[in-house]
């Protein structure tokens, strides 16, 4: 199962280090070919790199989606070169096909488990998934050998779901301003401090908020659990990231002149798309009371926030929301009660403050079909917010191409600001591709915790490299002028 601890720190820490006021000079749309970016001809291989194009299909036996395979290096680049035969596995309602539909044999491994092959040519390989008849969570995994596999969870929802398309009023303009952004969620430097961990540049101590800040970034990132120190919750006995640390996370944020997003988890643990759990206070709820915490809850937290005079300068209503949020009330084969949730979410930030730009957050990076899915039916729904976030991680979201035509498809249809709110590849690129959206419309990026070594930026001992001096050039680029 993909948590965020297996899914984003393993992804994160294994297959990092690729180096790589306002300004209306963008380029336009479409003047750059993105399609050779993170791409190398030849490389020592090390994962498996699978996207799925949609992971919410209807569970009618006919949905499919386009199943994307290659190899990448440790950098996450993709070796165009590998001729690698790939084993796809299937756990679950569904099956996985050729990418024109014909069937494919079916082989069992020496363990028993069945699964089917294609080759690589030119690096890549095309497949089909198709949804089985009953609703389920399919695990689709892709193997090559000892290489690190790649793998999604597909949710096949109740065929009986109704699709809706927003209304033009609907999908009006955003109006509230948001920021420039050059951001780093570092929720976890609470816990690294207490067990000891120092910063330093040219082997003098520095203060990790006061380094990022130095080296241009203008924006820091930190998640928010509901009761976080509960047994099964993120920080048992020790409440890291829930409201009181993020109080003083908050004050050391805004005493160092940074902006700050704030980002909602509605948890006691991890949210993401594979896991997207109550906190236990909530569990027996009603689904109307369920509705009413989520507003005063949030309501609570940012006014204990603006009381301190550090109220957040964004903030997210959930994180990785796709599938959903507090399941199973919240789950995206329950639309119309995943739309009231997260209005409640709404309503209780603009409660505290009208003119909060509120963000709505999908690991989508390059997955447009199911971007759109999700928007339309949200936005149709009466969900209303300022800015779509997106998380790429290459290693499920696609290439940089996708995560261009991607945001490009999203700013035409809806006329919302688009910010990168996760990502630890392609830390140039990743900007230079935010920032090219027409008419400002890119609003940035937000590192995922670089402040662990094998983010690539530090070494064991905690001393920053020279990889840092990319936000150097970015904050010149796109926040100077």
Known sequence: MRTKILAIITGLYLLTGCISPETKKIEPAGTIDYETWGKV?????????????????????????????????????????????????????????????????????????SYVSCVLTDGTCNLLFMAGSEPDKVKVEARSGKLWPGSHEIHTIDPGFV?????????????????????ADISFLPQIEARGGVFYENGDTIDAIQLLKEHGFNYIRLRIFVNPENEKGYAPGEGYCGLNHTLDMAKRVKEAGLKLLLDFHYSDY?????????????????????????KSYTERVLAALKNQVTMPDMVQIGNEIN??????????????????????????????????????????GGQNDESVFWLDNMIARGVKFDIIGLSYYPRWHGTLADLSRNMHDLLKRYDKPVNVVEYSDFKREVHDIVFSLPDDMGRGACIWEPLGWRSGMFDKNGEVN????????????????
């Open 41 to 113: 001809e030849s490389g020592k291989p090390v994962s498996v790199m699978l996207t799925a194009y949609s992971t919410t299909l209807m569970a009618n036996g006919k949905d499919k989606t386009q199943l994307r395979v290659a190899i990448t290096d440790s950098a996450s680049r993709e070796i165009t070169s590998a001729r690698d035969t790939i084993r796809v596995y299937v756990t679950g309602n569904g099956k996985v096909t050729a990418i024109n539909g014909n069937e494919l044999i079916t082989k069992t491994d020496t363990a028993g488990a």
């Open 163 to 183: 699709y809706m398309t927003p209304t033009k009023d609907q999908s009006a303009p955003t109006t509230i301003h948001s920021d420039r952004m050059i951001g």
């Open 270 to 294: 991890w949210a993401d798309p594979q896991q997207q759990y109550k906190p236990r206070a909530w569990d027996e709820l009603d689904f109307e009371t369920l509705k009413d915490s989520v």
């Open 323 to 364: 599938h959903g949020f507090l399941w199973p009330d919240g789950y995206i084969g329950n639309p119309d009660q995943l739309a009231g949730l997260l209005q409640a979410g709404v309503e209780g930030a603009k409660a505290i403050d009208p003119g909060l730009p509120v963000m709505m957050h999908i690991a989508l």
């Open 466 to 481: 020279d990889l840092i001096k990319v936000y150097d050039d970015l904050s010149k680029k796109y926040l100077s002028n």
